[in-house]
């Protein structure tokens, strides 16, 4: 089954469409010099924020001329807004497709975790442009605010979801609050990114690790031991594959 | 008991000390058009960020010349100093201060939490100090980051304080991790600040608030009911007043 991407449908120009086969040799060569631009942006939103990214940082960083890169980029603005997309497609392709390959309910849910906290680690050379774009943008109305809004929103939507299939699948008990637990989660990745790159101490990654184990054993319920025991061969199991 | 400042003590000087008696009429002045100054940079950078402050961005706000506000602070980076350490007298007053009348242990540690709920709550047409900081300066090195560093260790750690107090009253439970707890509760106002701040969507607050109460319930003790059970003339309570 093939999933949606994160995106919302109004957004669906959002993520990065590959390139046509009967593209001239020009057009490939232009997307391939935006798609390097596009990299070296990223990499500099994560280390100035995105309201450190300038045409002519850019072109300094990637040695080409101002005009190049404008002509890939008419302005800063956009600049801001194609770094979110290309950050959120890099995002799907690393946290989300990855744990939808995981069981419907804790164990899918259990993996987007793992797999954020792994990609928010990684990014503690650099930084990540959700949680940098969110302080840097919450008092600046914009296009690039709201292109921020529209990913975070389509990402938080994606762990409820997982959160309340869980609760569907019996794994998490039916009284849980899907929202609660979203924000409680949010919180030990942010927790997480800030002693990591900010204050610079050690073990804030097994922190996270047992805060969200912590979460888990309050919703649990026993359907690890029920799915043992129901488990013979007349009985239909609980665990069985459901996309 | 008088509890000493946050402030870390290599720091002695971050805490604005008031205006000395002897002071000439010119000084006062001079502290009293400081104190303006100060108040509007730090609403400035509640809004900007930090990065956001300059000399001119100020003078325009509190209608005075450029040269006015420069003979108060040198330099950019002395404003954005200044701003940090009055924000973290403020925050004195206001989180640590109050919260420090409450009894030893569990109150304090739900007085501490409170009152942060509180100030961040206010913020939320602003924005938090530390928290844009954070971001702001993960990346910066320099004494502007050096001082945002020591307020927010300074204030982590009387945290943690409180909750090993909380562990030696015997209101958690003596296998708490305080580093944990910590963790766990710096989670949850960052993920208010976020959500109220940057999504705006309502509720935050009561998540916030019902977060910690499952922090706490994790840990707690029975030591309510244990207070009760021994609370007669001839048993000392466990609940004496310790400071």
Redesign the interface.
């Known amino acids: 089954m093939i999933h949606k991407p994160l995106s919302d449908p109004r957004s669906e120009a959002l993520t990065r469409k590959p390139a046509g086969g009967r593209s001239s040799k020009a057009l490939q060569k232009g997307q391939a010099t935006r798609a390097v631009i596009l990299d070296a942006a990223l990499a500099l939103a994560s ?3 995105l309201e450190g990214l300038s045409i002519g940082a850019l072109a300094e960083s990637t040695q080409m001329s101002n005009s190049g890169v404008f002509a890939h980029f008419g302005s800063r603005e956009e600049l801001q807004i194609s770094v979110v997309r290309e950050y959120h497609a890099k995002f799907e392709e690393e946290v989300f497709f990855p744990a939808m390959r995981e069981l419907r309910g804790l164990p899918r849910l259990r993996m987007l975790f793992e797999r954020w906290v792994k990609r928010v680690s990684v990014e503690l050379d ?2 990540c442009i959700y ?2 774009g ?6 600046r109305p914009g296009p690039v605010r709201d292109a921020l ?1 529209v990913m ?2 389509a990402w938080h939507a994606a762990l409820e979801r997982a959160i309340r299939q869980a609760i569907e699948e019996g794994h998490l008990r039916q009284d849980t609050e899907a ?2 637990v979203l ?2 989660v ?6 997480l990114h ?2 990591a ?3 610079r101490i050690p ?2 990654l097994d ?2 690790r ?2 969200f184990e ?1 979460i888990v054993q ?1 919703y649990k319920t026993n359907y690890e031991t029920n799915t043992l025991l129901e488990s013979s061969p007349s009985v239909t199991t609980r665990g069985k594959t459901k996309r």
């Open positions: 280390h100035m924020g650099s930084g949680i940098s969110a302080v840097e943008f919450d008092d809004v975070v929103v929202h609660q924000f409680e949010h919180g030990l990745i942010l927790a800030h002693d790159r900010f204050l073990g804030a922190r996270a047992k805060g912590r309050f």
